[in-house]
């Protein structure tokens, strides 16, 4: 492998990865990057667990949406792995599912009946309840090598940083948002019900408490009906 090269194009996806302006377009291009940049790797998708909740978000293709399901349902798998075990291997790879796995006995001959050949799962991050692990396909048994495992390591390791940025910029985003419509429903109710700023606010918080629906939802109630209700 040309590492040389290698190197000038992570360098080139790192910018990339930094220019997109929302965190739908970061794991997308982290995805796409997958598919160009490691050896052997047709798709590629991320895998999210927070609690026993799962998602797949950036898929590449229908193939690693189906996988991710797969070993949701069966709770086992190399991807499923490398989210829920942060502190123990870095990279979990089957070279030929088409071979009897005993790590992964139920999910090895599913995914190859999907058409997934070989595989690996990397850890992309770890945060309180959330993990998420940076999946790749190949339609051909034995296409990851040594190689291609360091390769895909490398990428997750700045795509981790990458999605670290994104989601903390979407999340200011949301909480300014949040300020804004909350600001919004206390003018609301402040005009209506001649209600003073304290008062306002401390009426959506305690029908948000009393209801157990959270205050952003609460004030879009009121932006959209003029009452919580």
Request: proline share 3%; hydrophobic share 40%; aromatic share 6%.
């Amino acid at each position: 492998m040309d590492w040389a090269r290698f190197a000038e194009q992570m360098a080139t996806m790192a910018r990339n990865l930094l220019a997109q302006d929302s965190l739908t377009g970061t794991l997308q291009r982290i995805t796409a990057s997958a598919t160009e940049l490691v050896a052997g790797c047709d798709a590629s998708g991320i895998l999210v667990l927070h609690g026993r909740e799962q998602g797949s978000f950036a898929p590449t293709e229908q193939l690693v949406t189906a996988s991710d399901a797969l070993q949701r349902d069966l709770g086992e798998g190399p991807c499923f792995d490398a989210a829920r075990h942060p502190n123990g291997e870095r990279v979990y790879r089957i070279p030929d599912l088409t071979a009897e796995i005993q790590r992964w006995p139920s999910f090895a001959p599913q995914a190859n009946e999907l058409g997934v050949g070989s595989m690996m799962g990397i850890l992309l991050f770890t945060d309180a309840d959330d993990f998420g692990a940076l999946n790749f396909y190949s339609r051909r048994p034995g296409a990851f090598t040594a190689e291609s495992e360091l390769a895909a390591w490398l990428l997750a390791s700045h795509a981790a940083v990458a999605f670290s940025s994104a989601r903390t910029h979407a999340e200011m985003e949301q909480a300014v948002a949040t300020r804004h419509l909350i600001g919004e429903a206390m003018g609301i109710l402040m005009a209506t019900h001649h209600l003073t700023e304290e008062q306002a606010f401390d009426a959506l918080r305690r029908y948000s408490q009393e209801t157990n629906t959270k205050l952003r939802e609460v004030a879009r109630r009121v932006c959209e009906r003029g009452s919580p209700i």
